[in-house]
């Protein structure tokens, strides 16, 4: 067993920690953080060095890299700024789902454009009444003669309002049973009749990374638009969610990582009762626990994302990780507010939005509930 990242995995670690020292200002983040805007011309920045397309093969212009390698970019990213990390590592979230599952066509469109950061995509499943659950979608596609005809609406759908296409999932056979059989995934493009975005406002965190609401009304397409197999739309999207998964769990480790970083720093200096207050147990030990959780977090996602490369991928490892660093990071972003006191809680230091932004890490791509329920079905097979 080696613990040791490669060469070339410090070598990618170092050239992101260089990009976000020289490219993420902070009052840049803070007024985006205010504005809910995406930060593209950083995204594009980011791109051209190849840090959004880690996991895309170099015929397509990507990297040809793991999923180890995209964690350590998105954790370092997500370390430097929790909001601009989340957003620009998010860009080109579901076109893995045309690398995995599309035709020749599908990837000779979207591939390239999405890897040199001309294009940014979106992945649709979540409707308004339905989230966790989604072994039936409200969301249909009717096939008249060579048509599909798409009527539903789906929501909170990250880059929904900036995306170049979408991938959505829908209701393909409202017949069959059990009804997650009957659902499959299209891709639509921007400006496409019929097919309405609206920009949601007012999140609590990862404000950088733009959410919307997608209206379809007869939205018309054809076999060409489908991802993947007709009716295997939901075993698509259960195996994508068992990969991305891990890049959930990564950006936890980042944000914990950098709240933390800044809370031991302030430790040191920040003096009450004639001592910095690190030297109160109450406080240096209170950051030495937390560190040894963010560590076991990111234990726990390297092993994941190494399992996912090795072809050995692991459900039940996978959710492990993002529920294990999620937790991780909710804690270690609290105490970083608290360690920091009434600083903590102004924006200044920025702990407080790395609280704001740690807290959809328990939410999107399965709820903690969810991933416990996952782990619990592995469980109950092996033992
Ligand atoms: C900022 C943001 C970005 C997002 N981006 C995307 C995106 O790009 N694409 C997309 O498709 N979706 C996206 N989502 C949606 C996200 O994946 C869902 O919000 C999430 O899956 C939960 O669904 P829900 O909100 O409908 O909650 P519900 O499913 O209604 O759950 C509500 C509560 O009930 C619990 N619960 C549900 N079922 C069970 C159960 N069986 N056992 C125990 N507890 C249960 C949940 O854990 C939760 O606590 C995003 C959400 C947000 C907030």
Redesign the pocket.
């Known amino acids: 067993m080696n613990f040791d990242l490669t060469e070339e995995q410090l070598e990618i670690k170092r050239a992101v920690k260089e990009f976000c020292d020289k490219e993420f200002d902070p009052e840049l983040a803070l007024e985006l953080d205010r504005k809910e805007e995406f930060p593209m011309e950083l995204y594009k920045r980011a791109a051209k060095l190849g840090f959004t397309s880690m996991v895309f093969p170099e015929e397509y212009e990507g990297q040809g890299y793991g999923i180890l390698e995209t964690c350590l970019v998105v954790e370092e990213m997500c370390r430097a700024d929790s909001s601009l990390g989340v957003a620009i590592t998010s860009g080109t ?2 076109s893995e789902l045309i690398l995995k599952h599309g035709t020749e066509g599908q990837k000779e469109k979207y591939l390239p454009p999405i890897c040199r950061g001309d294009f940014i995509s ?5 409707e308004p009444g ?4 989604i072994t039936r979608m409200d969301t249909v596609a009717i096939k008249y003669g060579e048509d599909w005809w798409i009527n539903g609406t ?7 309002p900036i995306a170049d296409f979408i991938i959505v ?1 829908c209701q393909t056979d409202t017949k069959v049973r059990p009804t997650y059989r009957g659902e499959t995934l299209f891709v639509i493009d921007k400006g496409t009749y019929g097919l309405q975005v609206s920009k949601l406002v007012n ?1 609590m965190g ?1 404000r950088c ?1 733009v ?1 919307g609401e997608v209206s379809l009304s007869d939205v018309k397409v054809t076999d060409w638009n489908i991802v993947g197999e007709l009716n295997r739309g939901f075993y698509h999207s259960m195996e994508f969610f068992d990969m991305t998964r891990v890049g959930v769990a990564a950006q936890a480790v980042g944000i914990a990582q950098g709240s933390f970083e800044i809370a031991f720093k302030y430790a040191k200096k920040r003096e009450a009762f004639g001592q910095p207050i690190i030297q109160f147990q109450l406080i240096g030990c209170g950051l030495s626990e937390i560190a040894t959780k963010i560590e076991a977090a990111r234990l726990l996602t390297y092993k994941a994302a190494w399992l996912i490369d090795q072809g050995k991928m692991d459900p039940m490892v996978t959710s492990m990780a993002k529920l294990y660093a999620s937790k991780a990071a909710m804690e270690a972003t609290d105490l970083a507010i608290q360690t920091l006191g009434g600083y903590g809680y102004i924006g200044e230091y920025k702990v407080e939005k790395y609280h704001r932004d740690a807290k ?1 890490t328990e ?8 991933q416990k ?1 996952t782990i619990l079905r592995y469980l109950l097979q092996r033992y």
């Open positions: 979230f579901g979106s992945f649709a499943v979540t339905r989230g966790s659950d789906k929501t909170f759908i990250t880059n929904a999932l999140k990862i990374s959410t959809i939410i999107y791509e399965g709820t903690s509930e969810i329920l």
